[in-house]
């Protein structure tokens, strides 16, 4: 299948839970401007989504061959033992709300925009999620992201680039030469079926992380290894 763009996102951006993110009481002095940002973002942003749908091939003990291109990590190769068809994918706030957000210099307010860039983000990979349930029935799906688990390090964001093709022309997401994605409200992984529950959390026991989505599990850990 060729490379599926999503561009056209109508993002709305939800002021009660950014208040709620940001800990504005309605007397705070910020929370006036904090919402004409966000208004203002909601008028610019074009989050964008790439994927394709991509067959497995060829696996090793510590490997997946996708689309032709080897992805080297157990986890992986392990979560996508009995799956003939995978997605991968790279979900972007956009460049137009980057260019935006650079021009403020004041450090709350830049922390505002930075919380609005991320919920931008969070809404385009629900409009991912939700359009491959209704265009693939891909009801119960897992991701995992290249550089949240050692077992799949951050250098193997070049073959996903690979398989999903001229990433920077189509959605304007640029790979450094550290592999880290510019804009950096940026996602990327690979998606596929799963009934039961997958979080990259589970099998990473980093303490006190603010962005964990599940408890860390040692069984797990033990399976997969
Ligand atoms: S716990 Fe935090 S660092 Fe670990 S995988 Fe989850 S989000 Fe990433």
């Known amino acids: 299948m060729d490379t599926v ?8 951006i939800d002021l009660t839970k950014l208040q709620e993110k940001l800990r504005l009481r309605e007397d705070n002095s910020y929370l006036a401007e904090v919402l004409e940002l966000a208004a203002q973002a909601q008028l610019i942003a074009r989050p964008k989504v790439i994927f394709k749908r991509s067959l497995v091939g060829a696996k090793g003990d510590n490997y997946v061959v996708i689309d032709g291109i080897r992805f080297n990590s157990r986890i992986l190769r392990v979560n996508l033992e009995d ?3 995978v997605f991968p994918f790279i979900i972007t706030c956009g460049t137009e ?3 935006w ?5 004041d450090f709350f307010i830049s922390y505002c925009v930075d919380t609005i860039k991320e919920m931008v983000l969070n809404y385009a990979r629900q409009e991912f999620v939700m359009y491959l ?12 992201n290249p550089g949240s688990l050692p077992d799949w390090p951050i250098t193997e964001q070049k073959p996903l680039f690979d398989l999903l093709g001229n990433v920077e022309e189509l959605i304007g997401v640029q790979l450094n030469d550290s592999f880290l994605l510019l804009p950096v ?15 990259n959390c589970q099998l990473c026991p980093r303490e006190n992380c603010p962005n964990r989505k599940a408890p860390y599990n040692e069984e797990m850990c033990r399976h997969f290894h």
């Open 83 to 85: 799956t003939a068809m």
């Open 97 to 99: 709300l980057e260019i």
């Open 185 to 199: 409200k940026t996602v990327s992984g690979i998606r596929f079926p799963k009934d039961s529950t997958f979080e």
């Open 133 to 144: 349930e209704r265009e693939f029935g891909l009801v119960h799906g897992a991701n995992m």
């Open 101 to 105: 957000s650079k021009q403020f210099d």
């Open 5 to 12: 763009v999503l561009d056209n996102i109508q993002c709305e």
